[in-house]
């Protein structure tokens, strides 16, 4: 096999079905092989439906997220790097990218994920399964494990928040535009595990506020499981029926936690907490993703660089 002194990147993601019709697996390998019960499986299929329209967002997302991160890099580091992708549940599974990286004949890679916290039972899994691969098969690997405070991620939300907090406040009554930044919950054993989670997510929400100089903000979960374990609350929705007994006329929704249009953000907040604030007869507009925002493939690849340095001097 012809060997190359590239290094390899492994941009790692969550994965998504390919069609309705596969939903059943990848719920079922999100449940650890369990299938789900027909009506667990029916709400899911029913979300996907409803914001679908035959093709599922976060694969064009992802695909177009690792072309833009391989051609940044080869910008600032002409013919170093070569990125592969690896799903947590889909295919290309994280041990496919990993096969792949060793085909093409390279020794040593980097691993980052498409999400800026770490938490054990997120970001910690990817990485698991990665280096299990990369052990098997003799490739030397270094992870990205958060990059929850790069300055250019921060920018490119701080932008967001602030533009749109500009465009509500007309909205907004006698009072100020209550910002909810929001994360995907996790089972709240996480904090018997000292998992940094919630604190790099409380971290990067005060980052955004000291920027734009947002005053009126709080930090919220969202997409819970449905299982009967306890999850970190408070839940977006609830949140937003208190704030809106306080007298709030507008929410302005930074789901902080995600980096793509997917499931979570189309259904959870645009159909689901949009529907609530109808209700509740307050404004809510969330800020755009930062799907290949430059910013955001600035703040991947200069950190795909800066680890590459460390594994370099090993
Ligand atoms: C921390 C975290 C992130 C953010 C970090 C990261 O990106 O990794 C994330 C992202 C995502 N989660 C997603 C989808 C789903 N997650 C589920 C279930 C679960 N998520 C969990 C955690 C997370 N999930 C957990 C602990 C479960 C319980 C089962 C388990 O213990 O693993 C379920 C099952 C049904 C349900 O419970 O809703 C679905 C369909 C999609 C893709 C959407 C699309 O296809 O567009 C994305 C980006
Ligand atoms: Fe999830």
Redesign the pocket.
């Known amino acids: 096999m012809v060997q190359t002194t590239k290094t390899g990147v492994l941009v790692m993601?969550?994965?998504?079905?390919t069609s309705l019709e596969n939903?059943e697996a990848?719920?079922t390998h999100?449940?650890?092989g369990h299938p789900?019960t027909q009506e667990?499986l029916q709400e899911?299929v029913d979300?996907?439906e409803a914001?679908v329209g035959g093709v599922?967002?976060?694969?064009e997302n992802t695909d177009a997220q690792v072309s833009a991160l391989q051609a940044r890099l080869d910008e600032l580091a002409p013919d170093r790097y070569q990125c592969f992708q690896g799903l947590?549940?889909a295919e290309p599974y994280i041990e496919d990218g990993v096969e792949e990286i060793k085909k093409a004949g390279i020794t040593q890679a980097v691993g980052i994920?498409?999400?800026p916290?770490y938490?054990v039972?997120?970001?910690g899994?990817?990485i698991k399964r990665a280096q299990v691969k990369a052990a098997e098969l003799g490739i030397k690997m270094c992870f990205v494990h958060s990059y929850h405070l790069h300055p250019k991620l921060i920018s490119a939300l701080t932008e967001r928040v602030s533009r749109l907090h500009e465009e509500l406040a007309p909205h907004s009554g006698d009072k100020p535009v209550k910002v909810l930044f929001s994360?995907?919950?996790?089972?709240e054993k996480i904090r018997e595990l000292g998992d940094p989670?919630e604190q790099q997510l409380l971290n990067t929400s005060e980052a955004i506020v000291e920027a734009a100089e947002i005053e009126d903000w709080e930090f919220t979960w969202q997409?819970?499981?449905?299982?009967n374990e306890p999850w970190l609350g408070p839940d977006i929705l609830d949140t937003m029926e208190r704030v809106a007994s306080e007298g709030y006329k507008a929410v302005l929704s930074a789901p902080i936690?995600?980096?793509?249009?997917?499931?979570?953000?189309?259904?959870d907040l645009d159909i689901e907490a949009k529907a609530k604030a109808a209700e509740l007869g307050i404004a809510f507009e969330r800020i755009e993703m930062l799907n290949t925002d430059p910013l955001y493939m600035d703040t991947l690849a200069e950190s795909v660089m800066t680890v590459r340095e460390q594994l370099g001097k090993e």
């Open positions: 993601s969550y994965g998504t079905p939903v990848y719920y999100i449940r650890r789900p667990q899911l979300r996907y914001i599922f967002p976060l694969r947590k549940h994920v498409l999400a916290h938490s039972m997120s970001v899994g990817y994360a995907h919950s996790l089972p989670y997409s819970a499981g449905r299982t936690g995600f980096v793509s249009d997917h499931l979570e953000v189309l259904y």
